[in-house]
């Protein structure tokens, strides 16, 4: 099962891709030209290699990564090149985090985070090689979860400091408070069961908030259906939370896993819930696994507090957090 | 200074090792060598047999990086973190595993090469045989060079988020059957970045980063990674 977005029309041999950010950049308020760029996607234009393998024409830089900060550059007139970032499903959380440690520390006031990445046979037959996708539509957190669910998606942020979007006359949707990254250390696909990995993570980004568990209002999570993933990340939330029942969701019953572009999506929602000051429903959620009861809701419930806690976890061990305040807008 | 180097490997089609220890290859048409296990493992990574050439390269490289820095021995688990620059990165997998999908009409996909079909993998293998508990990500810039990778862990470290980087590039090149070239170097070559030098004696010198990004050596401005390399080690 994947969610796809209908219509992606690409012109003669380009990526899915292309389309991808064609659309996502139509409606989007102007990027400052002299923004710092920092995409994320962990396989761009693979259809593009699909295509180079069946003898079917095909742009071939589109296959190369590096590619994707090319396309947004060369887009939106941007005086960067750029970089990507690859990090299995934590890719765009990660960007994201780096983007505003490259303000943290003066050496941007402004950073476009843009990220990307679509379901092709190439990926749908390796999840499936790897016997976790869903037949079904997945169910996060639910007893009869049997799998993820892929899907298209792209995102784009602009990070900026306070001082250079209040010049600017900015709405700000939401304030990075913090953010942490690491790894596991323990299996190239499957969770260190105990959480620990993604626990420092949070840890990391509650420190560099210089805010409490008790300050988080609610819980983006990684949500991705499976077993493993979801039990690892209730256990990491008991590590974090204690007994607190805190509302988690994960929007991943909806959109499905957008892989590389996951983290992205899900800080942007996490303004959006913010903002609106809703807990967004867990798609598919029926029969709570243990720990997730009283926490994870099938329906959209009032967010109570103004701070929210993105996460995201990976192939390769990785773990990341964001931490995200409401903003004036 | 943000952080010192105290340790330099790396992997090239005329020489492979670490700073301090490090052999000359008989170049074979400017190919990498055969990559095995013991040639710097010993017997302890079973797994690296089944490691693609791009992973197996870029963790012999780490491999000899945190030898050099005598950081390749753990007990417990500490926050290190890798980000390694890579052009082409594990294209040639791309398409080895997607010819298998092809010849078996999706039934028979590998899952064991599907997991390498992502850059930062070998980052997680050699997570779990070094024990770093810090993030690992590929970046994938241009231009080769690796130095975009350098800032980005510069401003980590700059940041108090890590005491210990590891930071390199890793290509085995342009995949033969691919038609689209990128003029670059081949093979991989991994710093270890200390913000506080456990062992001061083994730097080789002090890295730093200007506001506008460029990064600097003892002062001096460099271009990219293999310049680096060649100031690391004069001689």
């Known amino acids: ?329 | 200074m943000i952080a010192a180097i105290t340790g330099v490997g790396w992997v090239s089609p005329e020489s492979m090792g670490s700073g301090r220890d490090h052999r000359g290859l008989e170049p074979k048409d400017g190919k990498l060598p055969k990559l095995t296990s013991r040639m710097v493992f010993g017997d302890v990574l079973p797994r690296f047999g089944r490691l693609d050439e791009y992973s197996k390269l870029g963790l012999t490289a780490i491999a000899f990086a945190l030898k050099d820095a005598r950081q390749d021995k753990w007990g417990e688990k500490r926050p290190a973190g890798i980000i390694v620059s890579s052009i082409y990165g594990c294209l040639a997998t791309d398409m080895e595993y997607f010819k298998g999908v092809l010849a078996n009409g999706g039934n028979l996909a590998s899952p064991n090469l599907f997991a390498c079909t992502l850059p930062n993998i070998f980052l997680g293998e050699a997570a779990i045989h070094f024990g770093l508990t810090g993030p690992g990500f590929a970046v994938n810039g241009a231009q080769p060079g690796g130095t975009e990778g350098l800032c980005l862990a510069l401003s980590s470290m700059f940041l108090d988020e890590i005491p210990v980087m590891i930071v390199g590039t890793c290509d085995p090149g342009c995949p033969p059957l691919f038609p689209y070239r990128v003029e670059m170097t081949t093979g991989a070559l991994f710093f270890v970045l200390e913000k506080y030098p456990i062992d001061g004696s083994l730097s080789y010198g002090g890295l730093d980063m200007t506001r506008d990004g460029e990064v600097l050596f003892n002062g001096a401005q460099i271009q990219n990674l293999t310049t680096l390399l060649q100031e690391c080690l004069p001689d």
């Open chain 1, 1 to 329: 099962m994947a969610a796809c977005i209908e219509g992606l029309a690409t012109p003669q041999g380009r990526s899915m891709v292309t389309a991808l950010v064609e659309q996502l950049f139509a409606n989007m308020q102007p990027v400052p030209p002299d923004a710092a760029l920092i995409t994320a996607t962990t396989k761009m234009g693979i259809d593009n290699l699909e295509k180079l393998e069946r003898k079917r024409p095909a742009h071939l830089p589109d296959i190369l990564l590096s590619s994707l900060p090319e396309l947004v550059s060369q887009k939106l007139g941007l005086g960067t090149t750029g970089i990507n970032i690859s990090a299995s499903c934590a890719s765009s959380t990660i960007a994201i985090a780096r983007g505003a440690g490259l303000i943290a520390s003066g050496r941007a006031d402004a950073v476009l985070v843009c990220c990307a990445d679509v379901v092709t046979e190439f990926t749908f037959s390796g999840f499936s090689a790897l016997k976790v996708v869903s037949a079904s539509p997945c169910r996060p957190f639910d007893r009869a979860r049997s799998g993820l669910s892929l899907g298209d998606g792209a995102a784009a942020l602009v990070l900026m400091t306070e001082e250079r979007a209040r010049r600017e006359a900015r709405d700000c949707v939401a304030v990075v408070r913090g953010w942490g990254a690491s790894n596991d250390a323990f299996h190239i696909t499957s969770p260190d069961p105990d959480g620990s990995g993604l626990v420092s993570a949070i840890g990391q980004a509650l420190s560099r908030s210089a805010l409490n568990e008790s300050d988080i209002s609610a819980v983006s999570a990684h949500g991705t259906g499976t077993l493993y993933n979801d039990l690892m990340e209730l256990t990491a939330f008991r590590r974090v939370f204690g007994g607190r029942r805190i509302p988690i969701y994960s929007v991943k019953g909806t959109i499905g896993h957008t892989t590389g572009a996951a983290g992205g999506i899900e800080v942007a929602l996490a303004a959006k819930a913010l903002a609106e000051r809703t807990v967004p429903p867990t798609a598919g959620f029926k029969d709570p696994e243990q720990g997730a009861e009283g926490s994870v809701s099938a329906s959209a419930v009032p967010l109570t507090g103004d701070v929210c806690l993105t996460t995201n976890s990976g192939f390769g061990g990785i773990n990341a957090a964001i931490i995200l305040e409401r903003g004036s807008a």
